[in-house]
């Protein structure tokens, strides 16, 4: 299912993004749907609950 988030940091091989529950899980791959209509496909590296809210760190498909 879709999952719809907040950007929270980005770097030059990934971001950390906050969204609603359920948290993803690590190694779990997505596709984030970018502005411009690309379609990348990233890798989970760890998540947390804070809250009610989830939170994962994705690196790029590129670099795992």
Known sequence: GDVHGVL?????HGFVAAYGPPALYPGEQVT???EDGSA???RVL????LGGRAQSAF?????Y
């Open 46 to 49: 760890w998540s947390r609950q």
């Open 32 to 34: 984030v749907l970018d």
């Open 59 to 63: 690196v790029a498909r590129e670099e």
């Open 40 to 42: 990348p496909t990233f």
């Open 8 to 12: 929270i940091e980005i770097s030059k």
